[in-house]
């Protein structure tokens, strides 16, 4: 081939690759941690600012009945993956087992569709390190079979700890408590020379490779700083990329430095130290957008925000008018704030009140890209894109939801729960009431009665899943 020949091949061939991937939206899945229903301004909290957050929910689409898969962190991150109820793999709560090899994840479809896929902040879904102690669980022999990092499940790269860490300077915690501070609770910024104690965790970049470098301030801004650069090589390169964003704001313990606690120093300590880390995570979430802007991608990148479940018990997080908090299957424990914006796609400042979940991501981002799933393996989430464009009305697969001993089947209107051992069920009407203080199952025992059974061939269906049936 003549020289001439072969750059206008090469041009051509370049230009058809961006034309290619130009029709694939760059995909976000931002998740918080222990964000109450009510922790947000867009869903009308009374002190709380998060200016950013309620500006992007404007431009697209309020998720009201957005649900958690789980009453706590892992389980619900597992679902977001895979689209399957975290008890399929034998993920029930925090700290226990891991996201397994023959699961099939959302960074693994995109990668074979040629997407750059990272993620970023908590990961919590198996240990980053077999030599090394580690936060929870990491480097200990009777946990080592829980190993189980990011690029073992389609990520190219990662950048995260295995659980908890504090919402400013990550890495360390006060030699001495002021008034006011507790280990589990959070304090005030460190500043200066104030004596530090090591927090016991890692921030994790490559297999048994730890970050050394950048670990001090805000912790979403830690995270951010990383996040960026993916970004932009992504769009340097004509790739399109999905990642993950697990912030740790507002999970225990929170912390905060003085510019924003000050933003709320009219109120007390604790609410000083939880308003103002999410304050500072909201802006973080502002400067992402405002990149995404200046690279020109903002029309083509969809964005989800959710947390991961409810408040925790004894903070300033709110469930707002619903029962209950972190660890319930009423609806303050998994009912959590989310939207979804992509522009000239899905309709501005819409609020939207069916029920959709987190298992419901990976169907939707699969239908979007027009890509099927590939397995027979029974999935718990749908796919909400008719919902979101408005040519749907109504949700069509329940919810099903285990969280110890507590089970729950959530349809378009009503939720079926046993909150105990015995079997012992209410039936609400979460449109008429939300708050889930009028119990139906006597007055309503055709409803109830379907329902029951309905519950029963899913938790058939779990059962079998978790003892290895779908692999």
């Known amino acids: 081939m003549l020289p001439l020949m072969k750059g206008h091949f090469l041009m051509a061939l370049m230009l058809f690759s961006w034309a290619l991937f130009s029709q694939q939206p760059n995909i976000i899945l931002i998740m918080t941690d222990d964000q109450g229903w009510e922790d947000i301004g867009f869903n009308g909290h009374p002190e709380l600012k998060t200016p950013h957050l309620d500006h992007l929910a404007s ?13 706590v962190c892992s389980p619900t991150r597992a679902s977001v993956i895979t689209g399957r109820n975290p008890l399929r793999m034998n993920i029930p709560t925090a700290n226990a087992g891991h996201m397994l090899p023959q699961e099939i994840t959302l960074p693994e479809l995109l990668k074979e569709q040629g997407y750059a896929t990272a993620h970023f902040g908590k990961w919590h879904l198996g240990t980053l390190s077999k030599t090394i102690i580690d936060a929870n669980r990491g480097g200990r022999t009777k946990n080592l079979s829980h190993y189980s990092i990011p690029t073992m499940h389609g990520y190219d790269s990662f950048f995260c700890t295995e659980s908890k860490v504090p919402t400013y300077n990550p890495m360390v915690y006060p030699a001495v408590f002021e008034e006011g501070e507790s280990m589990r609770y959070g304090w005030k910024a460190l500043e200066g020379e104030t004596p530090s104690k090591p927090y016991g965790t890692a921030y994790w970049k490559e297999a048994e490779v730890k970050e050394s470098i950048n670990l001090n301030g805000d912790n979403s801004k830690i995270i951010m700083d990383r996040v960026l650069p993916f970004v932009e090589e992504s769009v340097k390169v004509n790739q399109p990329f999905f990642t993950t964003i697990w912030l740790h704001t507002p999970h225990l313990p929170v912390v905060s430095d003085k510019i924003h606690q000050e933003r709320y120093g009219h109120l007390d300590l604790d609410k000083q130290l939880y308003y103002g880390t999410i304050t500072a995570m909201d802006e973080q979430i502002g400067r992402l957008w405002s990149k995404l802007e200046a690279l020109g991608i903002q029309q083509n990148t969809m964005l989800w925000f959710c947390s ?164």
């Open 59 to 71: 431009q697209g689409i309020i998720l009201d009945r957005f649900y958690a898969a789980s009453a």
């Open 308 to 471: 991961d479940n409810g408040p925790e018990n004894e903070t300033p997080g709110s469930a707002g008018p619903f029962s209950e908090r972190k660890r319930s299957l009423l609806e303050g424990g998994v009912r959590v704030p989310a939207f979804v914006v992509w522009k000239n796609h899905f309709k501005k400042g819409a609020r939207l009140n069916f029920p959709a979940v987190t298992s419901d991501y990976l169907p939707t981002l699969l239908d979007v890209l027009d890509l099927p799933y590939p397995g027979e393996r029974p999935l718990d989430g749908q796919s909400l894109l008719g919902l979101l464009e408005g040519t749907v009305e109504r949700r069509e697969q329940p919810i099903g939801f285990i969280f110890k001993a507590q089970t729950s089947w959530v349809n378009h209107r009503h939720k079926l729960i046993s909150r105990d051992e015995l079997n012992s069920f209410a039936l609400y009407d979460l449109i008429k009431d939300p708050g889930e203080t009028l119990n139906l199952f006597d007055t309503q025992p055709k409803i109830a009665a379907k329902m029951k059974s309905e519950l029963e061939e899913w938790l058939d269906s779990v059962e079998g899943s978790s003892q290895g049936k779908d692999y």
